[in-house]
Structure formats: structure tokens, C-alpha cells
């Protein structure tokens, strides 16, 4: 007979980790470091699956140590959390009870779940310097549309921008230079980078991505980003279909830039004046728009043959 599977929900803070094992009564916490960490998953019974949010960098001690000691370890949305916990009608929110919750969640998800898969290095400062590299940009226009006008600091503002060209470049360099050490992803790269539209930070993005997570299908790979539709239907009540967003936020934006670029080419430019003519808006059409192409990178990617633009037809 063998023994009942253990699931266990981790809420993660930066001082400390509380766990609970569903079915079972109490919570335990530990300090969120290296050490404590290892030695209380050690005992845990063999064939526990551990769950925790995506909570910023709190987890990533718990997933790293999991990793490494071959702890099935799942990493969940913050949203589908959030949104089960309100479905439980759960009137509190404590760390103890946040902990429940995820061990509940995880008990009763974990089938249709993916398991952690951690990056290389490589991929791991890659997808990092990513992230660093769209908070700069974001900083740098709220900046510029904060200090407009300010004539007294025009220098002083010229100076802050060249700064952030300066900083972009050197992020961009160093993606560079790591992209070269990896063939695999060098030559991955290449590919996608020969779809209208996609530029440096998309390809590496895409490159890296699908190198570390095995999709089975282009379905997958959308339904990862969060831009697949969902329905919003009731009897012969016909919803708008909105982007799910339970993906990747930075998968989901790249591919929307991507999308922004590709809709004034001669290639996609068509896709998106039929998607318009057809009643979508300007944020609706790019975001089919983003999904088409998306679609598009998995072939490329999976083929490992540039992309052929003759190839491409636009829906009747």
C-alpha cells in the first residue's frame, strides 16, 4: 500500500518561512536562511510535494534548497491564490493561514500544476538582467514625464538620461556576452530573431524560456505567457474574451512590444488592419496580435529554420 501523498503550503517573508501540511492541525516556522531551511526539509516524508508563492525573492531560499535536495517544490501565481482563498470564504489573512491555503491548493491542483525547473546560471542572470532592464526603462519615462518642463535642470536632466542610455547599453552588452557562451541559446536566438518585430530582449527572453521549461504545444507556451482568452459566458450571453494573465507578466510584455513593433511591417501589418476592421480595439488587436506571434516563435524555435515570411497568411 502506498503511503498518502504529503502536500505542503509555505507562506514566505523575508524574515521567515511558515509551513502547513494539509490535513493535518498547526503550522511550524523557521528562519527564511539556508541552513534551517535544508534541515527542515529533510524532514520531511519522501514524496512530499512543497508549494509556495511567487513573492518577490522571499522564496527563492526554500526553492533553491528544494532543488537541491530533490524536493519536489511548485511555484504558484499570487493570483490564483489569492482568488481560491476568496472562494474558500476565508475571512482572516495571516501567514498561518496564507500557509493552509497553498497546502489546500496545492492538494487539490497539483495534477495540472508544472514542477519548479530551475535555470542555468546562465539563464538565471539572462531573465534577471531582463527584469532589471524593464525597471529602468519604466523609471527613466516616469521620470522624463515627471521633470518635463523643468528648464531650471535641463542639464541636470540631459545628464540623468544619458545615464540611463549608459546603464541600458551595458544591460544589453552583458545579455550579449552570455547569450555567446551558450551555442544552444546563441543559435536559438538567431532563429527567432529572424521573426518581424521580435528584437534583442524578446529573443533572448524566448530563447532562454524555452531552452529551461519543455512545452508541449504552442497552446502551452501561450497559456505560460497569460495571454490565452478566457471566456466570459452565460447562458446565450457571449462575454468579451480578455487575456487571462495567469502566466509570466514578463513573457506577456515582452510579446505585447513585439506586437507593437510587428503591426507596421508589410508582414503582420495586415493581421492587425483586419483585426481593427473587425471591431477590436487598438489594446485587443495587438494582444491577438502578441498571441499570433508568440505562436509563431514556438515554430520557429521548434523547427530550428528561420522564419519564412511568404509563408504567413492573414485569416480570411
Known amino acids: 500500500m502506498q503511503d498518502q501523498a504529503v502536500f505542503v503550503g509555505v507562506d514566505a517573508s523575508k524574515a521567515e518561512l511558515v509551513s502547513g501540511i494539509h490535513g493535518q ?10 541552513a534551517p531551511v535544508a534541515a527542515w526539509l529533510q524532514t520531511l516524508p519522501p514524496g512530499a510535494k512543497v508549494a509556495v508563492e511567487s513573492t518577490g525573492e522571499c522564496h527563492l531560499t526554500l526553492v533553491r534548497q528544494a532543488v ?8 504558484l501565481n499570487a493570483r490564483d491564490v489569492y482568488f481560491y482563498a476568496k472562494a474558500l470564504g476565508m475571512r482572516a489573512k495571516t501567514d498561518r493561514v496564507d500557509a493552509r491555503v497553498i497546502a489546500r491548493y496545492l492538494a487539490e491542483h497539483h495534477a495540472q500544476l508544472r514542477p519548479y525547473q530551475p535555470p542555468s546560471p546562465v539563464q538565471a542572470e539572462i531573465e534577471r538582467l531582463l527584469g532589471q532592464r524593464w ?15 523643468s528648464s531650471a535642470i535641463e542639464q541636470q536632466i540631459q545628464q540623468l538620461d544619458a545615464s540611463f542610455d549608459s546603464l541600458l547599453q551595458t544591460i544589453d552588452q552583458r545579455i550579449e556576452q552570455l547569450i555567446d557562451t551558450d551555442p544552444t541559446l546563441k543559435a536559438s536566438q538567431r532563429q527567432l530573431l529572424t521573426i518581424v518585430g521580435v528584437g534583442s530582449q524578446a ?13 508541449a504545444s504552442a497552446d502551452a507556451l501561450v497559456a505560460f505567457s497569460g495571454l490565452d482568452p478566457r471566456a ?9 474574451r480578455r487575456p487571462s494573465k495567469r502566466g509570466s ?3 506577456r510584455r515582452q510579446m505585447y512590444m513585439v506586437a507593437m513593433s510587428a503591426c507596421h511591417s508589410k508582414v503582420f501589418g495586415p493581421v492587425y488592419q483586419q483585426l481593427r476592421s473587425r471591431g477590436f480595439k487598438t489594446t485587443e488587436a495587438l494582444v491577438i496580435l502578441a498571441r499570433k506571434l508568440l505562436r509563431v516563435a514556438y515554430a520557429v524555435w521548434r523547427s530550428g529554420k528561420p522564419f519564412e515570411p511568404e509563408r504567413f497568411t492573414v485569416p480570411a
Not at 68 to 75: E, F, P, W
Not at 137 to 149: D, F, H, I
Open 135 to 149: 525597471v529602468a526603462v519604466t523609471k527613466r519615462t516616469a521620470l522624463r514625464q515627471a521633470l518635463r518642463g
Open 232 to 240: 466570459q459566458d452565460s447562458g446565450r450571453s457571449h462575454g468579451k
Open 25 to 34: 492541525p498547526g503550522c511550524a516556522a523557521l528562519p527564511n536562511q539556508d
Open 249 to 251: 507578466p514578463d513573457l
Open 203 to 215: 529573443s533572448a527572453l524566448l530563447s532562454s524560456l524555452l531552452a529551461r521549461l519543455q512545452f
Open 68 to 75: 537541491r535536495l530533490g524536493v519536489t517544490v511548485y511555484v
